[in-house]
């Protein structure tokens, strides 16, 4: 079980067990979500920093948002009082873009039960709920991470993929088709990349069902036997996509430097249009 709705999450604070509740607020204009995370949360939620605790600092070599350490992420995941058999329940403002990247660490760092709240915050509040204001300071955790053990690739394995590996770019179609982004130094797309917004996945915030999940997979190719790996602009959507995928039984390996770190490797191309082979630039 990995999608939980706000009437779930009250009924299952209810019985006792023991929910590590987080707030995940950021958006690539508006890291620093604390301000709002103060102004109003759901009720015994805990503030996660995504660019603090579960990024490394930007560097061109590997992207805007390189993978934390495990060093990193255990030291957040006790400030946040994750205790051994904690169910994580995890929330943003926006889509699940950035809860999808705790979920994605979380998940795939030893922890069994990781769901993410279906609509985040907007779903809590159109169910009716309240919110707290102020600071949570949870006692400290004692959870004992392992290493992760998601498929990560590298660069070099996406240029190019393996033979019948199906290469997903998951950013909206203008920055595939190659419009110009202020924090890119390149526009474009990876050569032979299939272009399949992660954000095609929600309607009205909420994760389609299995069954349309499934049919904007299979559009590009991909099945449940089909090598994918996804990427975005520094891997935090491409986590919200294979997320998605996982709703229907799809094990989807993640390029964590994504754009941010191919538009910086010099001798690289750069592909604009809207095929997964056009317009070719050196990088």
Not at 70 to 81: C, E, M
Not at 180 to 191: D, N, T, W, Y
């Amino acid at each position: 079980m990995t999608l939980i709705t706000p009437e779930e999450l009250v009924a299952l604070r209810q019985t006792g067990a023991g929910v590590c509740l987080l707030d995940v607020r950021w958006r690539l204009d508006a890291p620093e979500g604390r301000p709002a995370y103060l102004d109003g949360h759901i009720p015994g939620a805990i503030y996660v920093d995504l660019e603090a605790e579960l990024t490394e600092r930007p560097d061109p070599q590997w992207g805007r948002h390189p993978l934390p350490t495990h060093r990193r992420l255990q030291k957040a995941a006790r400030r946040w009082g994750l205790q051994k058999d904690d169910i994580v329940v995890i929330y943003d403002d926006l889509q699940s873009v950035a809860a999808a990247r705790a979920w994605w660490l979380l998940a795939n760092s030893g922890i069994a039960d990781v769901r993410i709240l279906d609509g985040g915050l907007r779903a809590w509040l159109a169910a009716g709920f309240a919110l707290d204001t102020g600071d949570v300071q949870p006692r400290q955790g004692n959870v004992e991470l392992t290493p992760l053990s998601a498929p990560i690739v590298g660069i070099d394995r996406v240029d190019p993929p393996a033979n019948g590996t199906i290469l997903l770019d998951v950013r909206q179609p203008e920055r595939y088709r190659g419009a110009p982004v202020a924090l890119e130094r390149i526009s474009g797309h990876i050569p032979g990349a299939v272009n399949l917004p992660t954000t095609t996945h929600l309607d009205a915030g909420r994760f389609r069902s299995p069954e349309v999940i499934s049919r904007l997979f299979a559009a590009q190719g991909i099945g449940p036997q089909t090598p994918t790996i996804a990427y975005c602009g520094s891997g935090i959507a491409a986590t919200h996509t294979i997320f998605a995928g996982s709703l229907i039984g799809l094990d989807i390996a993640l390029f964590p430097g994504g754009w941010s770190q191919w538009s910086y490797a010099r001798g690289r191309w750069a592909v604009e249009g809207e095929s997964a082979n056009g317009t070719r630039t050196r990088v």
